[in-house]
């Protein structure tokens, strides 16, 4: 299979990459620091390509999906994975930048890259988009505003895209992890790696080979097969009570 993964230079998109790479698939891996890529374009050069790409950039997401090289361009399996939270503040207090960002890494990000795969899948009448939704995206929490609601944007776009593309072979899924141990706490946290470590203290989470695991299972269903939505959590996590103020 040829399989596109955004958000390939760590986490969930790093592990992917390696583990489809190792089971013989053809990879595209795009991400902003594609230096960390190096390693496996030098292990597999005639199966891994690498495109420097910000996913918020609608042009030059849609020059680097035209220039393909021709062995790369039939795209079996989007991997809508780039993304990202900032910050935990409460959103009287949260920084309109911070939101930004999140709307158009997370939502326009997986927009820009669904808009220039999706009608040549359609053509070829095969394809399968994932994307990387989240437990934030169900559930509510403190200082999850705006990451939560771009998550439960993905969830919804899944299930209508499912509802359009009725009649084709194209699958669609979203898969929405709780607690996982990547960069994204040190990135949430703005490098702050102490207060990253300490999310994970004394519990274990999921780990990026643990999604990179689950999404290989959902790609290798039969086709006429589509897994809807997987959501995954580590069992030493769970939902809270309402929480209720009192005077
Ligand atoms: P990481 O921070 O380890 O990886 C995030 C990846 O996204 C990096 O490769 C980064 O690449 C890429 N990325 C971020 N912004 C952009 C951008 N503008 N353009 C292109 N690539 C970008 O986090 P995870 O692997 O944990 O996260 C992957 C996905 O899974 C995210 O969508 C996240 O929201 C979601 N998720 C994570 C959970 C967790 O607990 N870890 C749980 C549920 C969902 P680069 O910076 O090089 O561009
Ligand atoms: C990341 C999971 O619970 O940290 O999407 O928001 S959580």
Redesign the pocket.
Known sequence: MIIFI????????LSMSRRFLKNGHLVVG????IDRLQELSIEYPENFHLIE????DKNKVQVAIQDLPEKFKSIDVLIN?????LGVDAAQNANLNDWEVMVD??IN?VLNCIHNLLPEMVKRNHGHIIN?G?VAGEFPYPGGNVYGATKAFVHQLSLNLKADLLGTNIRVTNIE????Q???SE?RFRGDKKKADSVYKGMQALS?DDIAETIDWVISRPVHVNINVISLMPTQQAFGPFATFRK
């Open positions: 955004t958000g390939a230079t760590s986490g969930f998109g795009a991400g902003r620091r790409l910000d996913v918020r994975n780039a993304g990202l939270a890494t997370n990000g990387l989240s992890p709780g607690m996982c990547t960069e994204f990135v990026a």
